[in-house]
């Protein structure tokens, strides 16, 4: 600070007078300096600079240079120094003991490094003066020497009034406004602008040794003892004997007087109510002053005690006075020095430090002097520990007329708060924004950056984001104005993308901000790599990879296959299926296993698909990626020229990697081809897909890196936050504002590991490559489309539809396999020709079957045929799930196409029906990498219901046929019309039954009714029977295990050949899924059934599987249209009802809880009663009706032939039993009973399939119908011990009529 007239401790006590050896004559030259230092001093022009006492001290300094000078010469001139000035006055400094060209060789430290400046800051400047030193002209950058001790240095050369820099020295200035002596006080312009800033490159001292070094101390200490401490001392005592002799007497009086009349202490006023005299001034011999002189004088020799009484003691002289500049001066002073006294003899007196303050601020008006003082008491306050009053102290001087200054308390108040015992964090952080905002204000730009970054430390993540959104705005301008680029952009950056909850306008300006930084940023370095941009959001893990074509739309007819889409949902459970559908069908073309390097395909790549090895990318075949982006700001985002970026290494065809990396996406357009969407806009807050598309045209490793874009925003006409819309293009009704380039990479973490040890202890993710494809040679490309594919049925209906399959790749393709897990639903007809129908228009209905017109002759006897069911795919041992596809000459050019016809049949329950279908196919060239590739297609099928049929076969009684052998059975068939309404169907037809079995053959139906056309209306109920024979031995024994024998019963005037394609394949196909569902079942039972059960088992199996062939008429759009259809009854038991489609089954009442112990009972093999009960077949053979002339003969004597016919392989014991079986005793009193003559039991052996007929006698006595069927027949197989009664004859009553004539 500058010297001031009401303190002294910046006044110079001493002036140091150097001249060089090297001078003509150095004695003169001391005389002229101390003539020059006594003018300035005592001269009345210059103010400046102020002196401590008339006699000042001055110490004249011989200066010699070692290196060049001649040292006998300087001994004489300092001997003659001496005698002049007195050996504590004089003094031969000796320097450079080495030249400059050996200072080079050796490195000695530079002394100076420690106290030179190495502030780089350029606008701002302190005021702070220093000590004068005066010396020649010449020699004038050797040495700077303190003559106070204190650190502030000017240099002042021999003109007067003019100040030179020296790299020393502090920066200066004088302000007139802030100075205290008026405008006499101002320095030359040079002295404000030759600044020197001390450059770290320069070594100074290069010529001193380290004896130099020695030296210059030496001197430094023999001037501070033998010539400045005595010269105070001196003073001190000077001052103190003028001060005895001055005031002693005058005040002593002047006191008593006081004291007498007043009678006490006379209280010193309040600082408010003193009048404002700070303009007196004290002359400068004034005692007041000497006082002042002395306290400032011991200050400095850290005589601190006698310091404070002397400033206490002026205090109360300055009050007295009303001089309240120099009241404030003495009480500032006093309070420092209390507080420096040496074991705080007094406690530090705050109340001098705030009065001081205060009169400086508002009586004198001083607010350089108020702002000191704050300063020193709050460093006093922050040594005590008393930070909260530091503070306090510090805030209550800012004030609005000084910003820089309010910076500066605001920053140390900050600082005060964070260092208390207990850091008041926020208090903190909230004063350094304050004094952020006032350095802002002041132009100091660095200050106030620094500021707001410390300030941020605190506020970050805290969830105060607009305090945050705040923070980072102003650091991102105030970086940007210091063109620190790189920090506005990382500021910027964070306002948006830290989910603000500014407003839509807010939000709006900062994106603009950041664009507009982002652009200057770029211009910088326009070939650098493009930078990372934070908007919009990428959500990396939903990144979908597709490979192939997209599907192509329904063409009228034409329904493409579904494929593999993006637009679908990933369903765990339906991949599981097509995963278990491939394995199935490259198992089979595997000769049954699936080959260890065996993967499914997948077309599709998301984050739950297995990403853990490169996908396989089809040369020429598109690579969709779909990047999600979330724009998280209430302003829309235009995103333009939005394309993948990527890395492509080619392989040529020898497989050698060409190390070449192409990043560029323009680069190699023949390599890889891009897709670029021009426009993509993302409204606010939304979350959009965009599907990029790369097009390989070249094999090697692609790798996919991120997305490259034109970030920018939309700007209608209207100002947002008083910035005005950007000129931009105009794209449409859009206005386009600024825009910057840059990318986004996309890095996917792959999946946790956790398989081993080491990684479930720690956490370690797998590799995620869906984005890094492996381009493979050229493959086959199939196309599938249905044609007349309808999405309506009935249950059991069957329909003609046509499937294309087109090559559009340019390799042909081979091994066409469909695979389907309901197989029982589609057919493409029989292998061979003459079993498929060739065209629909074959009848007169367009049927889907194979008829022919028959004649109305025929009707109830039944046309039989045979097929193997081998023809249509369903042999031993095959899987009938997987077909083949009959292509011509079994591949598929490249180009060209094939219409097959593919018969569907509704499903047999009702409802929505998720059918898929994978097409397998093969190239014909075999590639190591892709061995084939799939095609997907789910068909959507609703069922509405249509008929239910329920069979049941039973033994028929009758032996008669061809052969007279046993066997024949009955067929009972109930077909019900369940459907509804809603499906339009007016009446269904039944137009033909058929049967298909190895061993049966329906023969005739024996419906007793005259129609032979049997329709059903809305729930009408049909019953039908047919009766059915063994087919004959040598057709057995002709057909292979295979073949079975088809017979059709028509009740239309057109047979429906059932044995040809769809009417067979659909049966087949039932047939083989009904046996498959019956499998799992034939499993659970023992495998140690005795082969005689086994034997009694096959008696009542039966395997007669019925076909019932429909029509049905539906009114639709007052169109009558005819529909067709079968449905299969499988009958596998004598007895046992089977159904066409399953039964409901109705869910168990819950029971009470039962504990019981479990009792090991073993399962015994033996036949049910069922079983054994149709071992022996019985039929009695009698007359129907007999005429007995009872008046002659009493009794009458029917003869009755009892037929045993064994059914099964095994010999069999037969009990007859004639006795009657009294269930109660009213059958006794029935008139009707009757007795049979003879044996009344008979005991018999039949061989295998052996008929025995027993000849009967029944005798009667009365008229009447009798029924015969009371034999009691036992059978036992011969080797075992239970015997069995048939049930035979309780079924069948043999009735017979006695007349009496």
């Known amino acids: 600070m500058p010297a001031s007239d009401h303190e002294f401790l910046n006044h110079y006590l001493a002036c140091m007078l150097v001249a060089s050896s090297s001078e003509a004559e150095p004695m003169e030259q001391f005389g002229k300096l101390s003539q020059e230092q006594h003018r300035i001093q005592h001269n009345n022009d210059y103010s400046y600079p102020k002196w401590f006492i008339p006699n000042t001290l001055k110490y004249y300094v011989l200066l010699h240079d070692v290196s060049a000078g001649d040292e006998q010469r300087a001994e004489s001139i300092y001997e003659e120094m001496k005698q002049k000035y007195g050996t504590q006055g004089c003094y031969l400094l000796k320097i450079n003991s080495r030249?400059?060209?050996?200072?080079?060789?050796?490195?000695?430290?530079?002394?100076?490094?420690?106290?030179?400046?190495?502030?780089?800051?350029?606008?701002?400047?302190?005021?702070?003066?220093?000590?004068?030193?005066?010396?020649?002209?010449?020699?004038?950058?050797?040495?700077?020497?303190?003559?106070?001790?204190?650190?502030?240095?000017?240099?002042?050369?021999?003109?007067?009034?003019?100040?030179?820099?020296?790299?020393?020295?502090?920066?200066?200035?004088?302000?007139?406004?802030?100075?205290?002596?008026g405008p006499d006080h101002v320095k030359s312009a040079s002295s404000l602008h030759e600044t020197k800033k001390a450059n770290p490159g320069i070594i100074h001292g290069a010529c001193l040794t380290l004896t130099d070094h020695d030296r210059i101390r030496q001197f430094v200490q023999e001037f501070t003892f033998r010539g400045l401490l005595p010269h105070i001392e001196k003073t001190i005592r000077q001052l103190n004997d003028q001060l005895i002799s001055r005031k002693g007497l005058s005040r002593s009086l002047f006191s008593a007087t006081k004291k007498w009349f007043s009678g006490s202490k006379v209280p010193e006023k309040s600082i408010n109510e003193l009048k404002n005299t700070s303009g007196l001034l004290y002359p400068p011999e004034a005692p007041e002053l000497q006082i002042r002189k002395m306290a400032d004088l011991c200050f400095l020799v850290q005589h601190y005690d006698l310091a404070y009484s002397c400033y206490h003691t002026a205090k109360k002289d300055f009050l007295n006075d009303q001089a309240m500049l120099y009241a404030a001066g003495a009480l500032e002073m006093a309070a420092v020095s209390a507080f420096l006294q040496q074991g705080a003899a007094r406690p530090y007196p705050a109340h001098y430090m705030d009065t001081a303050i205060q009169t400086y601020r508002d009586i004198c008006k001083n607010m350089i002097l108020a702002e000191r003082c704050v300063l020193l008491s709050a460093e006093i306050l922050k040594s005590q520990s008393k930070y909260s009053e530091a503070a306090a102290l510090l805030i209550r001087l800012t004030s609005e007329d000084s910003d820089l200054r309010s910076a500066l308390l605001l920053e140390q108040a900050a600082h005060c708060f964070i260092n208390m015992k207990s850091p008041m964090v926020r208090k903190y952080a909230f004063h350094m924004i304050l004094a952020g905002h006032r350095f802002s204000k002041a132009g100091q730009k660095k200050h106030a950056l620094r500021c707001y970054c410390q300030a941020m430390q605190v506020y970050k993540g805290k969830g105060w984001s607009l305090a945050e959104d705040h923070i980072n705005f102003t650091i991102g301008r105030q970086s940007y104005t210091l063109r620190q680029l790189d920090n506005a952009v990382s500021a910027f950056r964070h306002i948006l993308i830290n989910e603000s909850k500014q407003s839509a306008a807010q939000q709006g300006s900062f994106l603009r901000?950041?664009?507009?930084?982002?652009?200057?940023?770029?211009?910088?370095?326009?070939?650098?790599?493009?930078?990372?941009?934070?908007?919009?959001?990428?959500?990396?893990?939903?990144?979908?990879?597709?490979?192939?074509?997209?599907?192509?739309?329904?063409?009228?007819?034409?329904?493409?296959?579904?494929?593999?889409?993006?637009?679908?949902?990933?369903?765990?459970?339906?991949?599981?299926?097509?995963?278990?559908?491939?394995?199935?069908?490259?198992?089979?073309?595997?000769?049954?296993?699936?080959?260890?390097?065996?993967?499914?395909?997948?077309?599709?790549?998301?984050?739950?698909?297995?990403?853990?090895?490169?996908?396989?990318?089809?040369?020429?075949?598109?690579?969709?990626?779909?990047?999600?982006?979330?724009?998280?700001?209430?302003?829309?985002?235009?995103?333009?020229?939005?394309?993948?970026?990527?890395?492509?290494?080619?392989?040529?065809?020898?497989?050698?990697?060409?190390?070449?990396?192409?990043?560029?996406?323009?680069?190699?357009?023949?390599?890889?081809?891009?897709?670029?969407?021009?426009?993509?806009?993302?409204?606010?807050?939304?979350?959009?897909?965009?599907?990029?598309?790369?097009?390989?045209?070249?094999?090697?490793?692609l790798h996919i890196l991120g997305v490259v874009y034109n970030l920018g925003t939309i700007q209608g006409s209207t100002t947002v936050d008083g910035i005005g819309a950007l000129p931009g293009c105009h794209t449409g009704k859009q206005s386009l504002g600024m825009s910057v380039r840059g990318r986004q990479d996309l890095e996917i973490q792959g999946p946790r590991l956790n398989s081993t040890k080491e990684e479930k202890t720690?956490?370690?993710?797998?590799?995620?490559?869906?984005?890094?494809?492996?381009?493979?040679?050229?493959?086959?490309?199939?196309?599938?489309?249905?044609?007349?594919?309808?999405?309506?049925?009935?249950?059991?209906?069957?329909?003609?539809?046509?499937?294309?399959?087109?090559?559009?790749?340019?390799?042909?393709?081979?091994?066409?396999?469909?695979?389907?897990?309901?197989?029982?639903?589609?057919?493409?007809?029989?292998?061979?020709?003459?079993?498929?129908?060739?065209?629909?228009?074959?009848?007169?209905?367009?049927?889907?079957?194979?008829?022919?017109?028959?004649?109305?002759?025929?009707?109830?006897?039944?046309?039989?045929?045979?097929?193997?069911?081998?023809?249509?795919?369903?042999?031993?041992?095959?899987?009938?799930?997987?077909?083949?596809?009959?292509?011509?000459?079994?591949?598929?050019?490249?180009?060209?196409?094939?219409?097959?016809?593919?018969?569907?049949?509704?499903?047999?329950?009702?409802?929505?029906?998720?059918?898929?279908?994978?097409?397998?196919?093969?190239?014909?060239?075999?590639?190591?990498?892709?061995?084939?590739?799939?095609?997907?297609?789910?068909?959507?099928?609703?069922?509405?219901?249509?008929?239910?049929?329920?069979a049941t076969v039973c033994r028929s009684n009758s032996l008669e046929d061809e052969e007279g052998r046993g066997g024949n059975m009955l067929v009972f068939v109930d077909v019900e019309n369940i459907n509804t309404s809603e499906a339009g169907v007016k009446e269904f037809h039944i137009v033909q039954v058929s049967s298909s079995s190895k061993h049966w053959k329906l023969q005739k139906s024996v419906n007793l009714s005259e129609n032979k056309d049997a329709k059903l209306g809305s729930r009408e109920k049909g019953k039908f029977c047919f009766k059915a024979i063994r087919c004959k031995e040598k057709e057995v024994a002709t057909q292979s295990s295979e073949d079975y024998t088809f017979a059709d019963i028509i009740f239309g005037n057109e047979q429906i050949i059932s044995s040809a394609s769809p009417c067979a394949d659909f049966f087949y196909r039932s047939l083989s899924s009904e046996l498959k569902k019956a499998?799992?079942?034939?499993?659970?039972?023992?495998?140690?059934?005795?082969?005689?059960?086994?034997?009694?088992?096959?008696?009542?199996?039966?395997?007669?599987?019925?076909?019932?062939?429909?029509?049905?008429?539906?009114?639709?759009?007052?169109?009558?249209?005819?529909?067709?259809?079968?449905?299969?009854?499988?009958?596998?038991?004598?007895?046992?009802?089977?159904?066409?489609?399953?039964?409901?089954?109705?869910?168990?009442?819950?029971?009470?809880?039962?504990?019981?112990?479990p009792e090991n009972t073993a399962v015994s093999s033996r036949p049910s009663v069922e079983q054994l009960s149709s071992l022996i077949k019985t039929s009695l053979h009698y007359p129907e009706s007999l005429n007995h002339p009872f008046h002659q003969k009493s009794l009458c004597l029917v003869p009755v032939t009892l037929l045993l016919s064994n059914c099964s392989k095994a010999d069999v014991d037969v009990i007859v039993d004639l006795r009657h079986k009294t269930t109660s005793p009213e059958s006794l009193e029935i008139h009707g009973s009757f007795t049979w003559l003879g044996q009344t039991q008979y005991k018999l052996q039949l061989k295998s399939e052996e008929i025995h007929s027993l000849q009967l006698k029944a005798c009667f006595v009365h008229t009447g119908v009798y029924n015969l069927g009371t034999p009691r027949v036992f059978a036992k197989l011969s080797d075992q011990v239970t015997v069995f009664e048939t049930s035979q004859q309780n079924s069948m009553p043999a009735l017979i009529i006695i007349n009496n004539v």
């Open 99 to 181: 030249t400059s060209n050996q200072a080079s060789d050796e490195q000695i430290p530079d002394p100076w490094s420690q106290y030179l400046q190495k502030n780089s800051i350029q606008n701002q400047e302190s005021y702070e003066d220093g000590p004068c030193t005066i010396s020649s002209n010449k020699n004038s950058d050797s040495n700077l020497l303190s003559l106070d001790g204190l650190d502030n240095e000017v240099k002042v050369d021999g003109l007067p009034n003019n100040f030179r820099a020296h790299p020393l020295q502090l920066d200066s200035s004088s302000d007139p406004s802030n100075n205290i002596d």
């Open 1079 to 1157: 499998q799992p079942s034939a499993h659970t039972e023992k495998q140690s059934v005795e082969d005689a059960v086994r034997l009694i088992q096959k008696c009542s199996e039966v395997d007669l599987n019925v076909v019932i062939l429909w029509k049905a008429y539906v009114v639709e759009d007052s169109k009558q249209l005819i529909l067709e259809g079968q449905h299969h009854v499988i009958l596998h038991t004598v007895g046992k009802e089977a159904y066409s489609s399953p039964q409901k089954q109705e869910p168990p009442e819950m029971e009470p809880l039962k504990f019981f112990r």
């Open 513 to 701: 901000e950041y664009l507009y930084v982002y652009k200057n940023v770029s211009q910088l370095s326009p070939d650098g790599p493009l930078p990372q941009l934070p908007l919009p959001y990428i959500n990396s893990s939903a990144t979908r990879v597709f490979f192939g074509h997209d599907r192509r739309p329904a063409d009228g007819e034409k329904q493409a296959a579904t494929h593999v889409s993006l637009d679908q949902e990933y369903d765990n459970e339906s991949s599981q299926q097509w995963r278990e559908l491939e394995e199935q069908v490259v198992a089979l073309v595997n000769k049954g296993v699936i080959p260890p390097n065996f993967h499914p395909t997948q077309y599709c790549l998301n984050s739950f698909s297995d990403n853990s090895r490169f996908p396989l990318a089809v040369v020429e075949e598109p690579i969709t990626v779909e990047v999600a982006f979330r724009n998280p700001l209430k302003v829309p985002l235009l995103l333009t020229n939005l394309s993948l970026l990527w890395k492509f290494q080619p392989k040529d065809c020898s497989g050698k990697n060409d190390e070449e990396v192409k990043e560029l996406v323009a680069s190699e357009p023949e390599m890889i081809g891009t897709e670029v969407i021009s426009e993509f806009l993302i409204n606010s807050e939304e979350s959009k897909v965009a599907r990029l598309k790369l097009f390989p045209h070249h094999i090697g490793e």
């Open 762 to 950: 720690s956490i370690t993710y797998g590799p995620d490559r869906r984005l890094d494809p492996i381009i493979v040679e050229e493959m086959p490309l199939l196309e599938v489309f249905f044609i007349h594919f309808p999405t309506g049925l009935l249950c059991g209906e069957i329909r003609k539809a046509y499937v294309e399959f087109v090559n559009v790749s340019k390799c042909p393709l081979t091994g066409l396999k469909v695979v389907c897990k309901r197989p029982e639903f589609f057919t493409f007809g029989g292998n061979t020709t003459a079993l498929t129908p060739l065209s629909p228009s074959a009848s007169e209905n367009c049927s889907a079957y194979k008829t022919v017109v028959t004649e109305s002759t025929s009707v109830c006897t039944a046309l039989t045929s045979s097929a193997s069911s081998v023809d249509f795919g369903i042999g031993i041992g095959s899987q009938p799930e997987v077909i083949p596809v009959p292509l011509p000459d079994t591949v598929l050019l490249p180009g060209a196409s094939v219409q097959l016809p593919l018969w569907l049949r509704g499903p047999d329950e009702e409802g929505v029906h998720e059918i898929n279908f994978l097409f397998y196919y093969e190239s014909v060239k075999k590639l190591p990498k892709i061995r084939h590739r799939i095609l997907r297609h789910t068909a959507v099928i609703c069922t509405s219901r249509s008929l239910n049929a329920r």
